[in-house]
């Protein structure tokens, strides 16, 4: 089965702002963005069509003609980060953050869910999706997603897991 992944357009949030599962505007450029994305989408058929339920994934799927097939999937949400949530990093202090940054694999957020916490919640869908009988489906999903998504595919590694973030509007093609 093929997975096409594709990231949200740019947010309209400053740089350096943990944003997570918070709703947040998409950029005065999104008409350009998903323009891009449904072009780069042209002559591809897809049996099933996902998204995460935030704002910023529902509107780029309906802008690329989904709105009427996209089933919304709360384990497709960015992972969370509780109190950290629409914080500057630089203004992210204290203890908490700092065991985060020694361990975030297994330490959790300050109120929010640890990496393994959100992988494990992004592979639930996939293992239930792989025993579906598709061959192509689309996903409309946060960068985090698809970096969860690399490594159960065993394209990436938790190593180098954010050297290979997709950008904004990317969509990336995996196979499970």
Known sequence: ????FIRHTSVDVPQGVCYGQSNVPVRETFEQEA????????GL???????????RCRKLARYCGFEDRMVLVDRL?????GNWEMKRWDDISGEKISKWYDNWVEE??????SFRIFYNRVVSFLDELKNQ????VVIFAHGGVINCAKVYAGVAT????FESTPTYGEIVCLEI
């Open 1 to 4: 089965m093929k997975l096409y």
């Open 35 to 42: 323009e891009q994305v449904k072009t780069n989408l042209e």
């Open 45 to 55: 058929q897809f049996e099933a069509v996902y998204s995460s339920p935030l704002s």
């Open 77 to 81: 949400k960015e992972m969370y980060f």
């Open 108 to 113: 959790p957020t300050d109120g929010g869910e």
């Open 133 to 136: 009988d598709y061959e192509n």
């Open 158 to 161: 938790l190593d180098k897991l």
